[in-house]
């Protein structure tokens, strides 16, 4: 192995928006970033096709972007938080353009605003039609190579976060086959979410919660992590990761039917555009019924919704499917995580020398349930305050001790499990058997190891919560509980849970000892 002095020099880990940002708002400060592949590869910020929201409209204003977050969030949002993020979105579009991103534009100039379920007024900011993710992290990744003060490692996997005397130390990392220590006192989590965990995902199946992992096993408190958001509208098919039909379709006037044209989300408040938690219900239980789902957007799109939504129409043509004269067959996958690291306003884990930017972050502005376009925004105004923290933040290199180097970590063992126990409905018995068929997986250390780690967390996470909620719905708990906590976790609390469960114990028990 071999061991690199960064010389105080803090490290970024992740390649998608939040990693860049994060990055580039270190202005001439030296920083490393570490990229899992080469950059614009495999990251799900590439595949974000809706846009970023932001009040630019005429008839828009913070305020009712903060209202829109509220309600979506189902009353766990931290409303500071979210007050934040939404006031600093327009300018935040602004600095993006600045960089270089071309942003869809009328003939006059002026910015196209999408509509996108739950939102109030059409303020989603979109490229290429439905390629906004992908020209964001060209623009950015650009922008990242034209910086000399940014040293990009490509294709290098962190293992660990190294931990001495309760502060971070360095990083575990291998790359082309090397094993490699990286002395630095300070890091950002750039990783992403966890959708990679489950079998159906319109993630990278690279992206399963190894951020979490790695902030678990370095002991910091993680929070909210039985929030998983479930997209309703993956196009139905064998590939994997699952093509994603953008919310924005459906705001364009596209209906949800099934196999016989009916439209069985008519009498839902908000249709097709209520919450995506609720569409999502909506599509799973007539998927458990026996019916099948498609999008139809033949009447209100036609021909027209290839150039609208240029991708889409070509991973329809790539299924033998016209969206022009054909519905599109769909189905809920695993899209976005509303858990993850606990961090306060300007990105701080509760372990010192550790932040959190992105998917990976709990930040308090998802709540129980993200509103659309909304995380592409947070990466990129909450990069600024990271940035400023971790550079403001004092280091000293210490001495590190040996250590052993983890294999490469897969999930797919786990896949069946979390897929069945943690899907869009949930209840204890299937959360309890998930829960005891992990504990073994996370204490083997193989490459199972990690992904069950988060998994098992996740699950814990589930099991504590008995009400129903946002993304989060318990067929045993079906009603809100207006007593609802905050569930916030360590590695060692979940551990403890688990093994506390083997016996069967009542959670309301492990609540009272968590307490």
Request: aromatic content about 4%.
């Amino acid at each position: 192995m071999t061991m690199h002095d960064l010389h105080g020099r803090p490290v970024i880990i992740g390649g998608g928006i939040a990693g860049l940002m994060t990055a580039l708002r270190f202005a001439s400060e030296p920083v490393v970033l570490i990229s899992k592949t080469s950059l614009r590869q495999e990251a799900s910020s590439v595949l974000a096709q809706g846009g970023v929201a932001a009040s630019l409209g005429s008839d828009d204003s913070p305020d009712l972007h903060l209202a829109d977050t509220l309600a979506a969030g189902d009353g766990l949002c931290d409303e500071k938080a979210v007050r934040r993020v939404v006031e600093a979105a327009p300018q935040a579009i602004e600095h993006l353009a600045r960089l270089g991103v071309a942003f869809d534009r009328a003939s006059d100039g002026t910015l196209l605003l999408g509509l996108e379920a739950a939102h109030s007024r059409r303020r989603i900011v979109h490229a290429g039609g439905d390629a906004t993710g992908r020209e964001l992290v060209r623009a950015l990744a650009d922008a990242v190579w034209r910086t000399p003060s940014i040293t990009v490692l490509e294709r290098v996997e962190v293992r660990r976060l190294i931990v001495e005397d309760g502060e971070i130390a360095g990083v575990l990392a291998v790359g082309n086959g090397d094993a490699m220590t990286l002395l630095t006192g300070r890091v950002v989590l750039a990783t992403g979410g966890i959708g990679g965990l489950f079998d159906h995902t319109t993630n990278p199946l690279g992206s399963f919660g190894q951020g979490l992992a790695l902030a678990a096993r370095a002991g910091a408190e993680l929070a909210y992590l039985e929030f998983v958001q479930f997209h309703p509208t993956a196009l139905d098919g064998p590939r994997r990761q699952m093509p994603l039909i953008s919310e924005a379709v459906r705001g364009e006037g596209a209906v949800l039917v099934d196999e016989r044209g009916r439209r069985f989300l008519a009498d839902t408040p908000g249709g097709e555009l209520a919450p995506r938690d609720v569409v999502a219900r909506g599509v799973w239980r007539e998927l458990c019924a026996g019916h099948r789902v498609f999008l139809d957007a033949r009447r209100c799109l036609g021909p027209r919704l290839a150039q609208r939504f240029p991708a889409i129409a070509s991973l329809c043509r790539e299924a033998g499917i016209d969206p022009a004269v054909d519905p599109i067959p769909v189905r809920p996958a695993a899209h976005y995580h509303m858990g993850g690291v606990a961090v306060d306003a300007e990105g701080r884990s509760s372990l010192r020398g550790l932040w959190a930017c992105g998917e990976v972050a709990r930040t308090g502005l998802h709540g129980a349930n993200r509103l659309a376009s909304n995380s592409l925004i947070e990466a990129v105004v909450c990069a600024a305050s990271v940035a400023a923290s971790v550079g403001a933040s004092p280091t000293a290199n210490r001495r590190l001790k040996p250590a052993i180097v983890p294999p490469r970590p897969d999930p797919s063992r786990i896949r069946p499990i979390v897929s069945h126990a943690l899907g869009i409905e949930r209840d204890g018995q299937m959360l309890r058997e998930a829960a005891k068929a992990m504990s073994p997986i996370v204490a083997g250390r193989d490459a199972a190891s990690d992904p069950a780690l988060v998994a098992l967390m996740i699950t814990i996470a589930a099991l504590l919560r008995e009400e129903s909620r946002g993304s989060h719905f318990r067929i045993d708990f079906p009603r809100r509980d207006a007593r609802s906590r905050s569930l916030r976790m360590t590695m060692d609390e979940t551990l403890e849970a688990a093994a506390i469960l083997s016996d069967t114990i009542p959670t309301a028990t492990l609540l009272d000892r968590r307490a």
